[in-house]
């Protein structure tokens, strides 16, 4: 299967440039690479991510995405849902008002299923909040 052009980042000297979100992972990876920064100990550790539906956005995309630009391995799992389906994420923005607003945000995709993690098989874990 070849990947999308929108999964993609592209180097091209010390410029590093992603289209969209999707290649975010990537892109943080070029960019820690053309720094000739290093990172050690962390590739290849299993990381799980309990999501649940109105997680919070930027708590879901942000750790999962910069976890997996540093080579660990997350698998993203909901209770009551499986590989492939989606969590609704929610963004929460302070506009002015005495309390915050509530947005839409993405349709975080799940890449595991919940009733087959074994937790004991992880070296960490996400909970993102909402």
């Known amino acids: 299967v070849e990947p999308s ?5 592209v180097t091209d000297g010390m ?3 992603a289209a969209a979100w999707p290649g975010h992972p990537e892109f943080i ?11 050690e100990g962390a590739s290849g550790k299993k990381i799980l991510m309990l999501c649940g539906d109105y997680m919070e956005d930027y708590e879901a995309m942000v750790p999962y995405q910069g976890l997996l630009s540093y080579g660990m391995d ?16 929610a963004i929460h923005d302070f ?4 309390t915050y607003t ?3 945000g993405h349709n975080f995709a799940l890449n595991a299923d919940f009733d087959s993690v074994s937790p004991a098989s992880y070296d960490g874990l996400v909970i993102p909040g909402g």
């Open 74 to 89: 997350v698998h993203a799992v909901c209770p009551g849902k499986k590989k492939g389906d989606t969590c609704r994420t």
């Open 95 to 98: 506009e002015g008002d005495q």
């Open 29 to 39: 990876a070029h960019f820690i690479k053309t720094l000739g920064v290093k990172v």
């Open 5 to 9: 052009p929108i999964d993609l980042a």
């Open 15 to 17: 410029l590093v440039t």
């Open 102 to 104: 509530e947005k839409p």
